[in-house]
């Protein structure tokens, strides 16, 4: 991961891919990275191994990354960002903040089923990464938690939600969906987005949030 915000921000977005027959390779390399980290850890895994599963030669590899701490911290702030940002409204977004948080936590634990192994690699690796690395994991984090709890003090207050400490409360939603990685296996017996869903359930009854159901299209009967 590059050590500035705008690499790491060129890093999550880049804005035009090198692609090879519809595939793009650093994409490509990250998938597999991933992959490998997750099974083998960072210190069981090697540029070797990487090489192998990709068919490919090292130069290929450090054209795309200097090495393979860049290639661990690209992983650890794309799911971070695509996690811990989720919280985040258009500053014209006038709905009551129970619907807001609703989508909010809809999209945290999507974001985060999806992204389980990137950021299970971020929670093993931690004390590996470089200090202001972390110091921007934490700003992300701090600032994820800051707008999740304002949202539960909101829907509170407009009669919506249940609960009694909304710092508490946030961290123990927090501690339900960041430590999935312990426990969720995308072969298990739930498929992905049962999961999300089931998850996502129980975020809400936490908080005492009951969604607005969704109105149903009125049918209409043919005469005989």
């Not at 915000?5 to 597999?32: F, H, T, W, Y």
């Not at 996690?83 to 999507?110: H, I, N, S, Y």
Request: glycine share 6%; with cysteine; aromatic share 10%.
């Amino acid at each position: 991961m590059p050590a500035s915000r705008r690499r790491r921000q060129d890093s999550a977005a880049p804005a035009r891919p090198v692609v090879a027959n519809g595939v793009d390779k650093r994409e490509r390399i990250l998938s597999a990275a991933e992959d490998l980290f997750y099974r083998n850890g960072l210190v069981g895994t090697t540029m070797d191994m990487l090489c192998a599963e990709l068919g490919v030669t090292k130069p290929y590899v450090y054209y795309y990354f200097k090495d393979k701490q860049e290639i661990v911290e690209t992983l650890a702030w794309r799911a971070s960002l695509a996690c811990l940002t989720t919280m985040r409204f258009p500053a014209g977004d006038t709905r009551p903040a129970a619907e807001k948080l609703a989508e909010g936590l809809q999209r945290w634990v999507a974001a985060c089923v999806m992204h389980f192994r990137a950021s299970a690699l971020a929670f093993r690796v931690t004390a590996s990464l470089r200090p202001e690395f972390r110091a921007e994991l934490r700003r992300l984090a701090n600032a994820f938690y800051a707008d999740l709890a304002a949202l539960m003090e909101q829907g509170r207050h407009e009669g919506r939600l249940d609960f009694e400490d909304a710092a508490v409360t946030a961290k123990a939603m927090g501690g339900a969906v960041g430590f999935m990685y312990t426990w969720y296996r995308p072969d298990g017996r739930l498929p992905p987005e049962q999961l999300a869903e089931r998850l996502t359930g129980t975020l809400y009854r936490m908080i005492g949030l009951r969604p607005t159901p969704r109105k149903r299209t009125p049918t209409t009967r043919k005469r005989t």
